[in-house]
Structure formats: structure tokens, C-alpha cells
């Protein structure tokens, strides 16, 4: 995951320009970051090798607002929104790619535990259908 957001910076001054980057670029950028940040957490999970520590520390972290909650609770959704305010920079040219990536950002936000994996499905087949069409006109 982390090499992902990493290749993805690139990527973000490459997007069509439109006033959708003023949203677009600095959601991506700070859930970048906020994504970077929750990889260190899960790093340091995988590192604790005692179950005694690491209930502790999970606890702990769990138990830490100002770390728990950007990290862990709202990274996700604000690289997702991100994702979904620049793919509006496509709408005009490609609408079932933006209305994949759209759906795809419901279904990564629905509550209820694994939807990442066919809702970042959505998004990517959303963005492939963008490019593709980007790279015909």
C-alpha cells in the first residue's frame, strides 16, 4: 500500500487541469500522507513479535484520539474522496469510468468492514477506463 501512494504522487500533477484540482489535489496529497502514516502504525504492528506487548500497545494506540483517529479512522476516506473529486476532471469525455470510480467510493465508504477491496476494484477499472479514453483523444 505504501508503494502505491508513493507512485501515485506523479500522478497527481499529471490529472487534467480544471477547478476540480483545487479540491482534488490537496485531499490526495494530505490522504497520501495520512495513508504513509497509518503503514507506520501497521509496520510497528507486524514488528511486536510478544502477543502481551502487542495487546498492549494496540490498546494503547486504540486508546490515542490524536493518533487512532487520523491515521487508522479517516485516511481511507480522504485518499478515496481524493480519488473520486479527480476523477471529475474525466466527466466530460469518459462518464462510466467517473461513474465506476463514483461507485467504488460509496462502496469503500459503506460501514460495514471489506469493501476496500471491490470498491478500490471500482476505482481502478474506473481510472483505467479515464486514462484509456485520455490517451485516444
Given at each position: ?27 490526495l ?7 504513509i ?24 494506540l ?16 480522504i ?17 462510466l ?10 462502496t ?13 476494484l ?9 486514462f ?6
Amino acid at each position: 500500500m505504501i508503494i502505491g501512494v508513493l507512485l501515485l504522487i506523479p500522478q497527481i500533477g499529471n490529472f487534467p487541469k480544471s477547478r476540480w484540482n483545487y479540491i482534488s489535489f490537496p485531499s490526495l496529497i494530505f490522504g497520501i500522507g495520512l495513508i504513509i502514516g497509518m503503514c507506520v502504525i501497521d509496520f510497528v504492528f507486524w514488528s511486536l513479535k510478544e502477543p502481551v506487548l502487542k495487546s498492549q500497545v494496540t490498546k494503547h494506540l486504540i486508546n490515542t484520539p490524536e493518533i487512532w483517529t487520523p491515521f487508522m479512522s479517516v485516511s481511507g476516506k480522504i485518499f478515496t474522496f481524493g480519488l473520486l473529486t479527480s476523477s471529475f476532471n474525466y466527466f466530460k469525455k469518459q462518464r462510466l469510468g467517473v461513474l465506476l470510480v463514483f461507485l467504488g467510493t460509496l462502496t469503500v465508504y459503506l460501514p460495514w468492514g471489506w469493501d476496500n477491496i471491490p470498491g478500490y476494484l471500482l476505482i481502478t477499472v474506473g481510472f483505467y477506463i479515464n486514462f484509456t479514453d485520455e490517451n485516444k483523444s
